[in-house]
C-alpha cells in the first residue's frame, strides 16, 4: 500500500514510524529538511515538498497513492493538501484539523465531495477519552465497543482484588461474564493462556458486557468514586474541550501558569469553572487550592515530565484519580510504573483512526492501547471465511491475538475456545503490536 503523509511534526512522524513497521510504502514529505532529517536512515522515505504544491505532489506519485494523509499543524494546509490529492489520483484521503464543526453531518458529506474522505481531531477525540476516564475512575482504560454492547476495561489489580493469584484456566470454570484478553505486566503485554496467573500490580483488559461491569469492578477489588470536582493543570484546547464535556454540575479549577493566557481562559468557560494563574506542579500552590478535596487531577500542559510529575505530586496529596497527557512516548513506561491512573498521547488516538484505512478486513473501530501496546478491532466474519469454519480453540489463532467478545443479531457475548464465530458476527479481536494483518485471512 502507497502512502504518502504531508507534514513532519509530532504526528506525522509518529505515523511514518508506526506504518513503516507495517511494512508500507510510505512517502513522509513536509517542507522544514530539518524535521526529516533525523528520519533519513529509517524506512520512511522522506521528500522536502510543499503538500500543498501540485507540482510537489505529483513529484512524490500522489496520484498512485491509495491514502493521503495531510498532518501538518495548519489545518487549511491538510484540507487543501487532501483536496488536490484527490483530485490528482489519490484514492483516499485523511485530513487533520482543529474544528469540531467540521464533524457535523452535512459538512462531512460537503468535505467528502470536495475530496477529503475522512477528519481527524487528535485534541477533540483525546478530550473524550479523559471524559470518559472520569466516568469511571476506577478504570485505567475505558473503551464502548460495538455500540457500547461489548465493553473493554483495562484495570490495575492490588493485593486487594480476589482475582489475584488465581490462574486464568481456574477463572475460566466460573460463569462467562468476562474475558481478560490481555495482561500488561512490567514492560510486557501478553496474551495470556490457562496457565497464566494474575499477579498484584498488574495491568488487566478484560471484556464484559454492560450487565457486568460491577462484577469486573469487584473482581479487580475496585470501588466507585465519584468525581464532583476537578482540577486541571494547562488551559490547553483539550483542556477547554473536556471543559465544554462534562456536565455543568462539576466543579472545575484550571491552573494556567500564563497570566495573559489566563485572562483569555477565563472570557471562555462557564460559571462552573474557576481560573487560576498558578503552576501546577507548586505543592504549596495545590496545598492552597486544597487539592486534597479534588476528586481528579488532568494534566493537560505541553510538557510530557511535567505532566507526569505533577500528577505524582496530586496523588501524594490524596487526589484519587489523576489523567496526564503524555505526548512522548518514550515516557508512558514510566507514567505506568509512577503509578499515574490513565495516560491520554494523541499521536496514538490519530494511529487508531489510521488504522481503520490499512486493513482490508471490515473495521468498524480500532483503538490503539497506551499500556499494552497493542491494538483492538472490531471485524465482521464474512460468509465462508476461515474464522467461521472452526471452533475458536482448534482456529489455530497466533499467539500475539485473542478474540474478546461478539455481536450476533444484536446480542452481545463473551467468547471462549468452544465459540464457533457465525457469518455476519460482529467480533472484537485484540492484538499485540502489529499483528493486526495477521487477522484478515481468518476474516475475509
Not at 30 to 59: A, K, W
Not at 185 to 203: L, M, N, T, W
Not at 306 to 327: D, F, P, S
Amino acid at each position: 500500500m502507497r502512502i504518502i503523509i504531508g507534514g513532519a511534526g509530532e504526528v506525522g512522524t509518529h505515523l511514518s514510524k508506526m506504518l513503516a513497521h507495517e511494512k508500507q510504502d510510505i512517502i513522509l514529505m513536509d517542507q522544514s529538511e530539518e524535521r526529516l532529517h533525523f528520519l533519513s536512515n529509517s524506512e520512511v522515505m522522506t521528500v522536502v515538498g510543499n503538500p500543498t504544491s501540485i507540482q510537489d505532489l505529483q513529484s512524490v506519485g500522489v496520484g498512485r497513492a491509495d491514502i493521503f494523509i495531510g498532518v501538518t499543524p495548519e489545518e487549511s494546509t491538510n484540507m487543501t493538501a487532501c483536496m488536490l490529492a484527490t483530485n490528482l489520483g489519490a484514492v483516499k484521503t485523511i485530513a487533520r484539523v482543529s474544528n469540531d464543526e467540521y464533524f457535523l453531518p452535512k459538512n462531512l458529506e460537503f468535505f467528502e465531495k470536495l475530496g477529503v474522505d475522512s477528519l481527524i481531531y487528535p485534541e477533540m477525540l483525546a478530550a473524550k477519552e479523559i471524559v470518559s476516564a472520569l466516568k469511571r475512575p476506577w478504570t485505567r482504560q475505558w473503551w464502548e465497543l460495538c455500540g457500547g454492547a461489548l465493553i473493554l476495561i483495562g484495570v490495575k489489580v492490588r493485593d486487594n482484588a480476589p482475582i489475584v493469584n488465581k490462574y486464568l484456566y481456574d477463572l475460566s470454570k466460573e460463569e462467562k461474564i468476562y474475558h481478560i484478553v490481555a495482561i500488561k505486566r512490567d514492560h510486557e503485554a501478553i496474551i495470556p493462556y490457562g496457565k497464566d496467573q494474575v499477579k498484584s500490580g498488574d495491568i488487566l483488559f478484560f471484556t464484559t458486557t454492560r450487565e457486568h461491569i460491577d462484577d469486573v469492578k469487584i473482581l479487580a477489588g475496585k470501588e466507585s468514586i465519584h468525581v464532583d470536582k476537578v482540577t486541571i493543570m494547562g488551559g490547553s484546547r483539550i483542556a477547554l474541550k473536556v471543559v465544554e464535556y462534562l456536565p455543568g454540575s462539576i466543579r472545575i479549577k484550571i491552573l494556567e501558569k500564563n497570566k495573559e493566557k489566563s485572562y483569555k481562559l477565563a472570557e471562555k468557560v462557564g460559571n462552573n469553572v474557576m481560573i487560576i494563574h498558578g503552576d501546577g506542579r507548586d505543592t504549596d500552590l495545590l496545598t492552597q487550592e486544597n487539592i486534597k478535596s479534588c476528586d481528579a487531577f488532568i494534566a493537560l500542559t505541553e510538557n510530557s515530565e511535567t505532566n507526569i510529575l505533577a500528577c505524582v505530586a496530586a496523588k501524594t496529596l490524596g487526589v484519587k484519580k489523576t489523567v496526564a497527557k503524555v505526548e512522548n512516548i518514550d515516557y508512558i513506561q514510566m507514567a505506568e510504573k509512577l503509578d499515574i491512573g490513565t495516560v491520554i498521547n494523541k499521536k496514538l488516538i490519530a494511529a487508531s483512526h489510521i488504522y481503520q484505512f490499512l486493513l482490508d478486513a471490515d473495521v468498524s473501530n480500532v483503538k490503539c492501547l497506551t499500556f499494552a501496546s497493542a491494538d483492538v478491532a472490531e471485524l465482521v466474519a464474512h460468509t465462508g471465511s476461515k474464522i467461521t469454519r472452526k471452533p475458536v480453540k482448534d482456529l489455530n489463532l497466533p499467539k500475539d491475538m485473542t478474540l474478546g467478545g461478539l455481536i450476533r443479531e444484536g446480542v452481545p457475548q463473551i467468547i471462549d475456545g468452544e465459540t464457533m464465530i457465525q457469518d455476519g458476527d460482529h467480533v472484537v479481536v485484540f492484538c499485540l503490536d502489529t499483528a493486526m494483518r495477521k487477522i484478515e485471512d481468518y476474516f475475509n
